[in-house]
């Protein structure tokens, strides 16, 4: 597969603050890449410079082979563009709006292909206005769809929404992966980018800081994982049983938090600990690492905060 | 040219879809004028040859021009723009040239339509008797249009955002009524402010189609009213060029 995308030490400066500085990544054809970071850390700049909506300080991108910043209507055509906050006439119905979209390129699929893809068929003579959220935005994805494009852009697709209508975004999203479109996203929620992309970049303060697919980011970030449980009575000599445990946190009414790589050696130790002991576990439950937790390990911060 | 019919012609769909917006630009300036008629009736007013509907109908006709070229043209384009919607479209191939050229169609229509409408019952309803040159009387009134459209578009550059639009348009749309010589001759004003007020363009037009309308006026009487509405557009369009903003 090759590179659809290719963005190069793009750059873009507000005053004294540097939004972006110096990104480099390259998106294959069929993938969907994430770009995961938290509020501020130059996301939707990032985005929107290889929209064409902003114009980078430096630096250079490459879509489909086309220089996007010397021929800006070549890409408009094999672009789709859904925004973070995007509007289109109040009054407009939801088939009449995606019939307009689709004249003003030089290619354009049915409206009603459209509309089933983003499952509004039932909506098609709704106005706008009487839309939900959720329904909105799967409009602007549709809007976003109507030239079939090479590539599709999703800027926080599912920030305000509720967990239904995220997920309705997401079954969405993951039809169009099957069909091999290429989508770029950025998002803040770390199941977003952990369901739905094949490589995520992890942005933070401008700067992209670490690539790869969600698993081996958190393969590779090395982190442990947390092991929580509760006994009814207070267990003994835990730190002389389990000498290999880095941390062991004892909060109140008897509850541990073991931070282990060897896990299921750890379950062993605890419940054989418990049995020997004669008291009975109440709760156990083992935490997998997530994207937050490799977000932390590299920056010491929170995504969302 | 088939997008700019499309966009033209959905640009006017979703304004009949706005009932109110569509009753108000329509039914106010009628309902003004067949106020005024019952009002006056066949008086006049001292020292005026035509009666003062006569006088009026001419003066309305430009009100309701200036509702739609200067408030709904401003308004409805500040509106749209803070919505994001011109972000959006920016994204696709569609030409900005377009965008503006449908809205000042759509807004050109409604200003005939209006005038059609009131014309009608000016000469049903009050026997308002129009003699003067039809096709100078459009023109005029093309320039006109024009005009008030381009001060609706100046304000948008001037404009940040639309809580500010409403007093701003307010502002401008009562000082060319009120100066303007729809309602009452600019004579009446006080000496300076009338002198000024005679270079409003909504003076300009009026007292235009109230001599095309009644006095027999021809190109040779009026131009020099078209000319001032021409500097109009023209100091307009500099504002445009260099405070318009798509965002």
Redesign the interface.
């Known amino acids: 597969m090759y590179n659809i995308i290719e963005v190069k030490n793009l750059t873009k400066q507000y005053g004294d603050t540097v939004a972006v500085n110096g990104i480099s990544f390259g998106v294959e054809k069929g993938e969907v890449f994430g770009i995961l970071g938290p509020n501020g850390a130059g996301k939707t700049t990032t985005l929107e410079m290889i929209e064409g909506l902003r114009k980078p300080d430096g630096g250079s991108i490459f879509i489909n082979g086309i220089d996007a910043l010397k021929e800006a209507d070549r890409i408009k055509e094999i672009i789709g563009v859904q925004l973070q906050a995007t509007s289109i006439y109040d009054d407009i119905r939801v088939n009449e709006a995606v019939a307009l979209f689709g004249s003003y390129y030089k290619k354009s699929i049915a409206s009603r292909q459209v509309l089933a893809e983003v499952s509004l068929i039932d909506k098609s003579h709704s106005r706008v206005n009487a839309l939900s959220g959720g329904q909105k935005q799967r409009l602007n994805i549709g809007l976003a769809l109507v030239n079939d494009p090479e590539v599709l852009f999703l800027d926080e697709p599912t920030t305000g929404l509720d967990p239904q209508a995220r997920h309705n975004i997401w079954s969405i999203v993951e039809r169009l992966r099957d069909r091999s479109k290429t989508i770029i996203l950025t998002t803040h929620y770390i199941e977003e980018a952990e369901q739905l992309c094949g490589r995520v970049a992890i942005i933070d303060r401008g700067k992209i800081i670490a690539v790869n697919s969600p698993g081996d980011l958190i393969n590779n970030a090395g982190l442990d994982t947390s092991i929580e449980f509760s006994t009814a009575q207070e267990l003994n000599g835990l730190s002389q049983n389990l000498p290999e445990i880095r941390k062991i946190a004892n909060g109140a009414t008897n509850k541990y938090t073991i931070n282990t790589k060897a896990v299921s050696r750890v379950l062993r130790d605890i419940t054989n600990l418990c049995y020997e002991n004669n008291v009975e576990l109440e709760n156990i439950s083992v935490r997998k690492t997530t994207l937050e937790d490799v977000f932390l390990a590299m920056t010491g911060r929170k995504l969302r905060e | 040219m088939a997008?700019l019919l499309?966009?033209t012609f959905?640009e006017i769909?979703?304004f009949l879809?706005?009932r109110s917006e569509l009753l108000w630009t329509l039914a106010f300036p009628i309902m003004l004028m067949v106020l005024f008629g019952l009002i006056y009736g066949d008086s006049r007013w001292t020292g005026m040859d035509m009666r003062s509907v006569d006088y009026l109908l001419p003066g309305i006709i430009v009100m309701g021009a200036m509702m739609t070229g200067i408030i709904r043209t401003s308004i409805g384009f500040v509106g749209?723009r803070e919505?994001?919607?011109y972000?959006?479209l920016?994204?696709?191939?569609?030409k900005k040239q377009i965008i503006i050229c449908s809205q000042l169609i759509q807004h050109y229509l409604v200003i005939i339509v209006q005038t059609v409408l009131l014309m009608i019952v000016g000469v049903m309803a009050f026997k308002i008797d129009i003699t003067g040159n039809q096709l100078l009387f459009w023109i005029t009134l093309s320039v006109g249009a024009l005009c008030f459209m381009s001060i609706g578009f100046a304000l948008t550059g001037l404009i940040k955002t639309v809580r500010s639009a409403t007093p701003i348009n307010q502002m401008a749309y009562f000082i060319l009524m009120f100066l303007g010589g729809l309602f009452f001759p600019n004579s009446m004003l006080p000496k300076v402010v009338g002198h000024i007020a005679n270079y409003l363009p909504s003076t300009q037009v009026s007292d235009a189609l109230r001599a095309i309308m009644y006095q027999g006026a021809g190109f040779g009487d009026i131009w020099q009213h078209l000319l001032v509405m021409v500097g109009w557009i023209a100091g307009c369009l500099i504002i445009s060029i260099k405070f318009f903003r798509w965002e």
Do not use: V
């Not at chain 2, 920016?90 to 569609?94: A, E, K, W």
């Open positions: 997008i499309r966009q959905i769909k979703l879809r706005r749209e919505k994001g919607i972000r959006r920016s994204l696709t191939p569609l």
